[in-house]
């Protein structure tokens, strides 16, 4: 299969990290949850994991690989106050400011 699409995914925060087995058709994710999260990666794409914490979701149909990132994504978005999570590598995430103490 030759990969024509990519989206890759940046995984933020202390022990979040990701591994891939079976040549890219399960992903697990360890997003600080009491058990692992697991995706059965759909046929026509496939996922490594370059380090623990960076995704690539790759394949021939643009829309499945997008979707497939987009679900993996909406297992822990993005927070906005301390910016952890499971973000695109190019999305930039605009941090709150926290509460005041008078």
């Known amino acids: 299969m030759e990969a024509k699409f990519f989206r890759f995914l940046k995984i933020v925060g202390v022990g979040f990290r990701a591994r891939t087995e ?28 370059f380090k623990p914490n960076i995704i690539c979701c790759t394949g021939i149909d643009k829309q499945r690989v997008h979707q497939f990132a987009g679900a993996v994504r909406s297992c822990k978005p993005p927070e906005v106050y301390k910016g952890k999570g499971i973000l695109y590598i190019d999305e930039v995430v605009k941090k709150k400011q926290g509460k005041k103490s008078k």
């Open 22 to 49: 079976s040549e890219g058709h399960r992903l697990f994710l360890k997003l600080g949850y009491s058990h692992e999260v697991e995706f059965a990666v759909p046929p026509a794409v496939r996922a490594f994991c």
